[in-house]
């Protein structure tokens, strides 16, 4: 009969009661750590950079004999984008844009925008920053603050922007716009005798995410 009694009290030590109490085990969540990328583009010329489907440019509007207002545009020709980007979202969005790279479609535009207004080979960049999120969720909006540096200045501004993701399995596109005045800029008013240059110019742009 001995061997009964260590029988049963090895059960009673062994196996558990029904009023134990179950440890559930949970795995610790993976981390996913942000990625750096960068993104170069480099156009030949205006037409090139018009047309294509990532672009940056600015528009500003100019009035003729005090009666007559059109809208001009340049656009960069050499520009890099730098983001994190932690799965579907991306943050720590960098511009940088050469100043020369800016082309109007006029030489003579051009010259003066390069020396008299940006002073290129003083400040050959400018360039906009922020900290800031986009989700890149198709039809997101948002609205971010960011900081341009044009020569020596640095304005706050708001930029406003949209997602469009054709499909799932599409790369996100950024479409985005803010603005600036060049007086703020400290850019000198580019105006002639005849053409008076609007204040407020737009910036504008479409960045597809890879």
Not at 14 to 22: F, L, M, Q, T
């Amino acid at each position: 009969m001995k061997w009964i009694s260590i029988l049963v009290l090895f059960f009673s030590f062994y196996i558990p009661s029904s009023n134990a109490k179950k440890v559930k085990t949970e795995l610790a969540p993976t981390k996913i750590n942000s990625v750096t990328k960068e993104m170069k583009f480099n156009y030949t010329n205006f037409k090139e950079a018009k047309n294509e489907n990532n672009f940056l440019k600015f528009v500003g509007k100019s009035t003729k004999f005090k009666v007559f207002t059109t809208e001009f545009e340049g656009y960069a020709k050499i520009f890099t984008v730098t983001y994190e980007q932690n799965e579907n979202v991306i943050k720590n969005i960098s511009i940088s844009i050469s100043a020369r790279a800016l082309d109007t479609d006029s030489d003579s535009r051009n010259e003066k925008m390069w020396k008299k207004c940006l002073d290129v080979e003083k400040f050959p960049n400018v360039s906009a920053t922020t900290k800031d999120s986009i989700e890149l969720v198709n039809e997101k909006t948002g609205e971010m603050e960011i900081e341009l540096s044009i020569k020596d200045k640095k304005l706050n501004r708001k930029l406003k922007y949209s997602v469009i993701k054709a499909t799932e399995s599409s790369s996100p596109e950024v479409i985005f716009s803010t603005d600036f005045s060049f007086i703020e800029a400290g850019i000198e008013d580019p105006s002639i005798l005849i053409a008076k240059v609007g204040e407020i110019f737009q910036i504008q742009g479409k960045i597809t995410i890879k």
